[in-house]
């Protein structure tokens, strides 16, 4: 043996003899030299036959073990494989074979490693040799990967190598005989491709149109006349649309013979594609038929093809048009640009949709060097001033050329600028991404067109800088959280396009920014091109993101923080004076117990501490001692007196603080003496927190999470001790709200601390942990996961847990990878000996996630399948014993049948929750160890990554919840139930559209049980023996169809299936009967399904299904007359519940038009009968039924609903009446006569006087209103205010006819009460609905205000008023309502002139006290109108009835935002410091803390003070002018949060004094 041989080998024998994992092979490395040198012929004919049959059965070992890489595998694979080439052929081949049929703990694994090696080592010799059984080898090795496809296990492994095996066949000269080919591998690999388009694998799709390619091939060698072809198509015939079996089949087949063949072969083709274009699932194969069917198009088939994407994408259904613009569209326009300009003329230019689909075919058009037509620009100016913002952002979009220097020309950029200003306060979170996923593509364009021009242009630079000040205008305080979201989204395009990255900061990106960036930035700041300044890295944009750090969004917050670290720190704008600064304001908000608070003390240390690091070059430890020093300080204050610490210094606000700075970036602060010390410090606060919650029982409960009444005692304990208000709830108390929000906040940052320190310690550079560490910290995490209830607290803990897994396990150390699998191993021992302990309350609390965050991140191959079968055992092992009597099992509710006209419906009753004494024992604190690990198997299958890992045990799981159902204790069948919810979508796909009818919900039968045969004899046992199960079985079923199934040879079976399901159409189950009627509507034939409808056999509950089963087959021509024989049926029926249904279908079906005249008398009959009852009628729906078959003649029902109205004794039946009758009536359209008018304000009156809302108040408004008889009815019923207000909740359109009865004299309160209603709608603190409809009330009563004259001079005031608060709202659809009223008045003048207007007439205004100033609360005003609004209104500050103390704190707010853009000596700074300034007097007058509370707790003032005060951190005024004026407002402010406070009125409002 040579030298080169073995070394690797040797190496590969120490691996394999190495116990425990320690020592340090590359064994990957070593099996690649001993592949490398077997692939010398020289060297292995060196080799002696003992010493090759050594180093197979060497490497046949090291393929067995399961704890290999996968890669590793495979190199071993292949050595073996080119260790048998060098052996003649036929015993090569025959010693494979052996090799497959070899003994592994993985069979499916073992086989696919090989088949891989085989096809992988180069060398396709033993494809074209005879297997010992004189059979080609071809044969067995296409039978071996079938049924390697066949099995769920690794299933992009399993098609590749049917790709490998499909390609290299093709590859040979001649193939085995074609009869044997056909059957043993083209029809059954077809069969296996067919059924696997569904399967969820990421590549599978590409893997499987290659396999069908060669596939194709193959057949075209065999059978050059084309038959096959025909052969593969006829099946498909049968399949819908929405199948992505026949797409994707005739996708492969156009490749093949060319898609006009396919269109002659299959005519419907084109209308089969707009039929599946509403699939999401079906959108990328769509397309790629599609353009194919493009391509092969002729002139005279264009025409209806771009008619028909027309319709498409203006189509009412969302997905379909969201398909065609952005997949159809672009592949229309690059296969035919002259398309593309035809459809500019055919789509409409009144939608918003047209108008998007034109803008994108523009820019296609544009993009492609096409020319666009004439209609291109002027279509560009229109889209740029629509009123839509998505049509402006798409019109923004076709602004720009293909190239990056087909810039936008001069004239454009103005309107472009507009465009895009104003997206950013769209309040869409679509629209958001779509803007900064064009800023991305533009920014870089102008920053090119920038660089290449000289001098760059002016217009582009104007452009620039235009959006730079939108975006940071819209980051000031006030601003909503999409418009934050948004400006800073396209801050960090401007800015990560413009400024190059730092050295250290990052990964590079795609898109570099060029050198020459830096120079033209340092031109334009240095010339000014244009009179443009050109700083946007600047002390002014730090301030402003310095505010956004307040925010309590954490997608705010996190994106400000990632600016400042990335561009604004290295630039140098932080000295270390701020930085002090910043640290100390950090630690003041570290010890509030606001969460929100310590997430903004977080991030202003990590700011500290990264400005401090970019100064000094290395991370300052000081600031990390001093965080570690003040957490352990209050850890030690927390165990001596929790109150006091949860108080004052709750110690979870330090040790956030602490992990920002050590883990926020790249854990640069971390080291082995600071990892000790933290552990140490977190285990003992978690400690401290558990111990506190779980009090008294402690040792009682042992590793059980106490339940939340204990927790509840032991904080009440915790408040007592420290003398704190025990008299009231405690649930409601501050006390008791401090001490349990800084359990459970203490708890979530230390296992988040955990998780990250360990994290970093664990990964390549790290600092590295011990093993004793590592136990420790997984001790603390799971002792937080098994011993609490809070899921904010459970979740922090998973997620931490799932951090140390994922490092641990990719730990090159045996010893670190064994500690969390022995967890696992601890786990599943504690649950085979039933003494796993968990909550009751949380589907098993921590344990599940345990498990699952563990084989999620574990990459070795057998550990998910092994943990599945021990939890499997458990599931499965018997109860323990009870000792009281057992529960019984739930059962079906069964009745008699309903001859003698007892109701037919009946339900699934689940007995009332009374588990076995075995459940009962431990029910409130535990539970089973069954429940536990059905638990376990849930969080298993709803994970994508691990049960793809156990794929091949999914029917044992199914079958396992279907058991578990019937189980007699309570938690094993709700936990039973919650399984088999995660495991239907893994059997069958999740649902694709929210209609439960569907075809895109189906699947075809021969694919459900060709991928889970297994599932097939349990699921008929059950539908055999009924029980709890059956009702789930029948769901799963519900969403298959018999498609396909003939023809692929599933007849046999699904015959027992439909056998199966027949006599549960008359189970006395109302839920099985609804599922089986439509289950057997998609398996049974038209000659079946015929059949059944005509079987007269069985009672009520037969026909009931039987009538069920018609409604679903109501619309198919083939039973037209079984229907109607099965509805006569059912209105000589005695049941309510069967009459309903006939009623039904006589209604919706026009087929069961001919009993029109058995139905009319029933329905009169019914309702005259029950309208005359004194309670309910006999059968709601029945009566509701009749009242529609009524109106199908309107004279006979006009009679009949007279008759019973006149004799009923019921409102509820006189209700019932009523509401089909407004309903038939609005959807007609037709104007109401004087009668339905009365009944329609009747009902009105009735909804008014319960409070109800929604469609049927409004409607009933609508047509009593448009009616003269019907409106004084309304009047008399209720008063003008309700039905101003019941109008304005219901919409918009009633208000022209309010507004109108109001104008006539009929009565003069309505006019003023709707005025009055709508300014009260339009304050910012109503909802949207509520604003958008006031909105829209400004158009309708403008008109009667103005023709009232001088009497409607206050009304109008009243409408100005409204008008000017929603013209600032921050819903753009509020604004751009009330921007439509104002447009007739603003004249040519811009929103702020008019404004200013409106705010100068309600100055001149006595009857409007103090309303001027609320207009500009809901946006950040400019510093114009707030001097309106100040001169309109300038007694403010003094106090009265018409402005409470409150009023100046909420217009403060708004005053807030001019700090940002104000000078030093800016008028606007020295009015608002005036102003904060009057707020602090009027504050500290308060007399107690009672007053101070409730002043400071009114919707907004406490985060407009909060804000104010910030803002002055900032920009502080003189001392010498506002003494300790920003002191004063926080001290008030944590004076309400403490509960602590002594003020002593106006006299002493300066010296107010705020105790800690």
Known sequence: MSSTLFEPLSSIKEFLNDQNDSCNIDIQASVRKCMNC???????????????????????????????????????????????????????????????ELPSPQPSYHQQTLLLGLFGCGKQDLLGVTAPDRRPMSLHLSRAVLLLCSTPYNIFQSFHLLDLLLHQLASLPSLPPSDALTTELLRPAAAALSSSWERQCDGLPELLTRCWAALLQLHARLQPGGEYVDELLRPLAALPWSSKTKLHTLYVVSQHIGCQELLLRVPDLTSGLVEAVSGHHLASISTDLYQEVLQAATDDQLPQLERQLADLLVSDDSQTCQTALLRWLPAAVRCRSAS??????????????????????????????????????AALRAGLSHPEPGVRLAAAAACWGRRAVDSPPAHLCPPLLAALVSCLSADSSSLRHALCAELRRLVPRLRTACLRGRPPPTHLLRLL?????????????????????????????????????????????????????????????????????????????????????????????????????????????????????????????????????????????????????????????????????????????????????????????????LRRCLCGTDGAGLTQEMVEKCVKLLEGVVDTMLKALAGQQVDEHGGTAPSFAAMGEAVESVVAAAGGDTTRSSALSNQYQLVLSCCWLSLKECSLFLGEVTSFCLTAGGPGMSVTTLRAVVATIRRVLTGCRHKGAIESARLAWSRLSTAALRHASGAVRDVPAAVLRGVLAELRAGGARSSATRRGAGLPMLVHTLLAADRQPGLADSTVSALLEVAASPLPPSPTTPASAPTEQRVEDCSAGSEALTTDSEPSPSPSGAADADGAEADLPHTIALHILTGLMSDAVVSAQVTSRLCDVTCAALAGLASPVWSIRNASLVLYGAVVPRLIGQRKSRDDVSGHNSVPFGELFGRWPALAEPLLTLLAAGGPALVAA????????????????????????????????????????????????????????????????????????????????????????????????????????????????????????????????????????????????????LFAASVKVLLREPS????????????????????????????????????????????????????????????????????????????AELRRAVSAEQTVLAALRSGPDLLPALAALAAGGEDPQLLRAACERTLADSAPRCGQDARRHAACALSSLWPS?????????????????????????????????????????????????????????????????????????????????????????????????????????????????????ATESGPELHLLWRQAAETAELLE????????????????????????AGVLELRPPPESDFPRLGERLRALLMAVRRGTWAGEGRADRGEARVTA
């Open 38 to 100: 077997l692939k010398d012929s020289t060297v292995v004919s060196d080799l002696s036959e003992d010493q090759q049959t050594e180093i197979k059965t060497l490497l046949l070992s090291l393929l067995s073990k399961s704890s290999n890489p996968k890669e590793t595998n495979l190199l071993t694979a292949i050595s073996i494989c080119l260790l048998l080439h060098q052996k003649p052929a036929e015993p090569a081949a025959a010693e494979f074979l052996t090799l497959l």
């Open 340 to 377: 593309g300009r035809r459809l500019l003329t055919l789509l409409p230019a009144d939608s918003v949709a047209g108008w998007t689909a034109r803008l994108a075919a523009v820019r296609l058009l544009r993009e492609s060097d096409a020319d666009a037509g004439p209609d291109a620009e």
């Open 465 to 657: 800088r235009g959006l730079v000040d939108a975006v940071l205008e819209g980051l000031s305080p006030g601003s909503s959280f999409q418009r934050r979201c948004t400006c800073l989204g396209a801050l960090q395009e401007i800015v990560s396009h413009l400024y190059a990255l730092p050295a250290g900061a990052g990964a590079a990106r795609k898109g570099v920014v060029p050198p020459q960036t830096a120079v033209l930035l340092r031109y334009l700041a240095e010339h000014r091109p244009g009179g443009i300044t050109w700083d946007i890295v600047t002390r002014d944009s730090l301030r402003t993101l310095l505010l956004c750090l307040y925010d309590e969004t954490d997608d705010v917050r996190e994106t400000a923080l990632k600016l400042l670290i990335t561009y604004w720190i290295p630039a140098g704008l932080l000295a270390t004076s701020d930085r002090e600064q910043l640290t100390d304001w950090a630690a003041r908000l570290a010890d509030r117990p606001n969460f929100h608070d310590v997430e903004t003390a977080a991030a202003l240390c990590l700011l500290s501490f990264e400005a401090g690091r970019s100064e000094a070059g290395g991370p300052p430890t000081e600031l990390l001692e001093e965080l570690l020093s003040a957490a352990e300080g209050q850890a030690e204050g927390a165990k001596r007196d929790l109150f006091r610490a949860a108080r004052e210094a709750p110690v979870h606000g330090r040790l956030a603080c």
């Open 1034 to 1181: 029948l769901t799963l079923l519900a969403r298959v169809t018999a498609a396909g199934a003939a023809a692929a040879g599933w007849t046999p079976l699904l015959e027992r299936y439909r056998a199966a399901l027949a006599p549960l159409l008359g189970s006395p189950a109302a839920a099985v009967r609804h599922l089986t009627a439509r289950c057997l509507s998609a398996l049974l034939t038209e000659q079946q399904l015929s059949e059944q409808l005509s079987d007269r056999g069985g009672g009520c509950n037969r026909l009931h299904g039987q009538l069920l089963l018609a409604r679903a087959v109501a619309g198919r021509p083939a039973h037209r007359a079984a229907v109607a024989e099965v509805c006569r049926r059912g209105l000589a029926a005695p049941s309510p519940a069967v009459q309903y249904l006939a009623l039904e279908l006589t209604v919706c079906d026009s087929a069961a038009g001919a009993e029109l005249e058995t139905a009319l008398r029933l329905a009169r009959r019914t309702v005259l009968e029950g309208a005359g009852r004194p309670w309910e009628p006999g059968h709601p729906l």
């Open 1196 to 1271: 006979s029902a006009a009679e009949v609903i007279r008759r019973a109205t006149e004799s009923s004794k019921n409102p509820t039946a006189a209700d019932r009446l009523t509401d089909p009758l407004i309903e038939s009536v609005h959807q007609t359209d037709s104007p109401p006569s004087g009668e339905c008018a009365v009944l329609c304000a009747r009902r009105a009156g009735r909804l008014l006087s319960t409070g109800s809302r929604g469609r049927r108040l409004q409607w009933s408004l609508e047509l009593a209103l448009r009616h003269l008889d019907g409106a």
């Open 1345 to 1461: 205000v103005v023709a009232a004259g001088a009497e409607g001079t206050e009304l109008r005031l009243l409408l100005l008023l409204a008008a000017a608060r929603l013209l600032q709202d921050e819903e753009q659809e509020v604004r751009a309502a009330a921007a439509a009223w104002a447009a007739p008045l603003l004249s040519g003048r811009n929103t702020t002139d008019l404004l200013s207007q409106l705010l100068s007439e309600c100055a001149s205004c006595p009857s409007a006290p103090s309303l001027a100033l609320r207009l500009v609360a809901p946006s950040p005003p400019t510093p114009r109108l707030v001097q309106s609004a100040l001169s309109a209104d300038h007694q403010l500050f003094q106090p009265g009835p018409d402005n409470p103390s409150c009023e100046p704190a909420r217009i403060l707010s708004a005053c807030a935002p001019l700090v940002s853009s």
């Open 1485 to 1508: 007058s308060c007399a107690s803390l009672g007053e101070l509370t409730r002043v400071l707790t009114a919707p907004g003032v406490f985060g407009a003070v909060e804000c104010l």
